[in-house]
């Protein structure tokens, strides 16, 4: 079993910068893919983008691709998103997700583990 806990999310102005981190914990051993998703108030949950743990392997949706940046931190444990150039349509709640695989993945139904969310606001 993993336990993910995200932290970060806040309210921001658009144009402006957040970085979420998500710390893995319990059985974390093995060879894995963090991902991050969202989910604004309507609307199904999106793949935003996903770091294979060993080799470093990333993915980005296409409306982050140069404004956002996954990474991790091997030594502290930690998976983070660097969120840059905000905008108000990235307001949503924000997931991070754990999938036992090696291959970087979009679709949701492949991460076993989820973290509660953190919500990100961006204002105009």
């Known amino acids: 079993q993993v336990q993910l806990v995200e932290s970060g999310g806040g309210l921001v102005q658009a144009g402006g910068s957040l970085r979420l981190s998500c710390a893995p914990s319990?059985?974390?051993?093995?060879?894995?893919?963090m991902g991050w998703f969202r989910q604004a108030p309507g609307k199904e949950r999106e793949f935003v983008a996903a770091i294979n743990w060993s080799a470093g392997n990333l993915d980005y949706a296409d409306s982050v691709k140069d404004r956002f940046t996954i990474s991790r931190d091997k030594a502290k444990n930690t998976v983070y998103l660097q969120m840059n150039s905000l905008k108000p349509e990235d307001t949503a709640v924000y997931y991070c997700?754990?999938?036992?695989?090696?291959?970087?993945?979009?679709?949701?139904?492949?991460?076993?583990?989820w973290g509660q969310g953190t919500q990100v606001t961006v204002s105009s």
């Open positions: 997700a754990a999938d036992p695989g090696l291959v970087v993945t979009r679709y949701p139904t492949s991460y076993d583990y």
């Open positions: 319990g059985r974390t051993s093995g060879p894995y893919t």
